[in-house]
């Protein structure tokens, strides 16, 4: 009889569809919600991911055309007028803020620390615009795996449930529900994992281009 009830148990598992798709819209309400957490968190991370690959890619590339252009040009202040209005480079843009502030003076006391405090706010300026997005990236990769583990919490509390209520302990009552925890879980870390690696690396892309920005300043205070 044991076996019967087995033998059929394995049955209605095997013949049930436990397609993402089918997890899903069987799923409890609340699992549906965490689901669905977890899909926007991990839609809006690659959207991150994928700009800022795009942006260190650029930024690196105009930085070091811009330096390079720099320090052949007879003096600032020509190069200056060589700049067009729309430039988006980051060091392009702490030069031009400098360089535009530095002429709009007419004492030319303490220039050096004018000019010092002037290129670090820009710098600060444009890191911001760099560092954007950081904090997204660093919420999903520390808050997913717990927003997924509720899921699973929640899931398993539903496989008990109907093994209360059905007095049913055979896998055709447990499994679905336990596909779904498990559902949760995957999506929680599928979301995690991206976001810390790309926070991690784009933490270290960031440290490397501000000290290249550092770099271009202190060598441009020599030549005022």
Known sequence: MEADITTQAVGLVSNSDFSLLNLFLKADVVVKL????????????WAVIIEKLRLFKKINKSSDEFEKKF????????????????????????????????????????????????????IE???????????LLATVGSTTPFIGLFGTVWGIMNSFQSIAISRNTSLAIVAPGIAEALFATALGLLAAIPAVVAYNKFNKDSQKYFQKLDNFSKRFLTII
């Open 34 to 45: 965490v689901i669905i957490t977890l899909i926007i968190c991990s839609i809006y991370s």
């Open 71 to 122: 320090w052949n040009s007879k003096s600032a202040e020509s190069f200056l007028s060589t700049l067009p209005e729309n430039i988006q480079d980051p060091m392009a843009l702490v030069f031009k803020d400098a360089m535009e502030n530095l002429l709009k003076r007419k004492t030319k006391s303490d220039l050096d620390k004018k000019m010092s405090l002037m290129l670090e706010i820009g």
């Open 125 to 135: 300026k444009e890191m911001l615009k760099i560092d954007k997005g950081f904090t």
